[in-house]
């Protein structure tokens, strides 16, 4: 795993790795230890980059495009896209963990435009 990152974070060794994590290097080393990866650190570093977690994760080099001109405001344009937008956020907020975290990599995977989307529902939530 942390092969992968180092790869598409372009570095070679866990204290380049944490640095771009924005950790210290014998932090980073303990969490490795206790396979205990820091998540929000490894997250944001990608989401930064614009790389998607699936690339960061399973070495996918799609990059995240940028969907901004879909919308205005918040609000999709396209009323398919709403339609979508709507459908997902009702089950959203009905859906488990697990269940968001399998439906965010397949939307990702097959729908690279609804990237942006769930983005911005995480920044919602901060």
């Known amino acids: 795993m942390t092969d992968q990152l180092k790869r598409v974070l372009k570095v070679s060794t ?3 790795l944490a640095e771009k994590l924005g950790m210290r290097a014998n932090a980073f080393a303990n ?3 206790a396979k205990s990866l820091p998540w929000p650190e490894i997250i944001a570093a990608l989401r930064s980059r614009g790389i998607s977690l699936d690339a ?3 070495g996918d080099e799609v990059r995240i ?5 879909s919308y205005r405001g918040g609000e999709a344009l396209d009323p398919r896209l709403a339609s979508i937008q709507s459908w997902l956020a009702g089950w959203w907020k009905r859906a488990s963990p697990d269940e968001r975290v399998w439906a965010e990599v ?5 729908f690279p435009e609804l990237a942006e989307y769930l983005l911005r529902g995480e920044d919602r939530k901060t």
Do not use: F, N, P, Y
């Open 14 to 16: 866990d204290a380049e």
């Open 31 to 33: 969490r490795k230890r």
């Open 56 to 58: 960061g994760v399973c």
């Open 65 to 69: 495009r940028d969907v901004t001109s």
């Open 106 to 110: 397949q939307l990702r995977r097959a």
